[in-house]
């Protein structure tokens, strides 16, 4: 009888896990449904240029403005678009050195972890924040208009912070890709 029981128990765990993964599969196809081709270009022309008009639009996915109008409103409700924005030249504005830094806690709890967000939610210098799996907790992108900014960012706002134990930096000598497009 114990034998039949863990075949049984064996055969379910096999249908859930069937069950688990066709959901996945429907959920993929449900989402990509609801985006068609032309959603798909105009995703891709307003990454590429998000200033351009509805009639822009129009012409370079062959629908009527009031369509992609219509359309781009969807979009921006739905969530696949976030929001526009202008892209900046740091160097021209005074904060032109990338630093890469990233950060271990000292302790690895909730509160912890809440605290150092805190932190890096309020600081104007951190352009990104990741939070990571493996030998560091975060990697966070900052800008500085020098060396000795630099110093000063590290030195007196992250390492005395009680969230934080480690702290190792990198300086950005070239950007060979940024501002990437996502594949639509």
Not at 88 to 111: K, P, S
Not at 124 to 137: Q, R
Not at 150 to 157: I, N
Request: with cysteine; aromatic share 4%.
């Amino acid at each position: 009888m114990l034998h039949i029981c863990r075949k049984v128990h064996a055969f379910i765990a096999i249908q859930r896990e069937y069950m688990h993964e066709l959901c996945i599969i429907v959920l993929v196809r449900v989402i990509s449904v609801r985006l068609d081709e032309f959603d798909r270009k105009l995703l891709r022309l307003l990454q590429n240029d998000g200033r351009l008009t509805n009639n822009e639009l129009a012409q370079k996915i062959n629908l009527s403005a009031s369509q992609c109008s219509r359309r781009r409103t969807r979009l921006e409700q739905e969530g696949y678009i976030k929001g526009y924005r202008a892209e900046l030249d740091g160097e021209m504005l005074g904060v032109g050195i990338i630093n890469l830094i990233t950060v271990t806690l000292a302790t690895h709890n909730r509160d912890n972890a809440q605290r150092f967000a805190r932190l890096i939610g309020d600081l104007p210098e951190v352009l990104e924040a990741y939070s990571l799996t493996g030998e560091m907790d975060y990697i966070i992108k900052v800008v500085t208009p020098d060396l000795r900014s630099l110093s000063a960012f590290v030195s007196d706002v992250l390492l005395p912070h009680e969230s934080v134990q480690h702290v190792k930096t990198a300086i950005v000598l070239d950007t060979l890709k940024e501002g990437g497009i996502l594949p639509v």
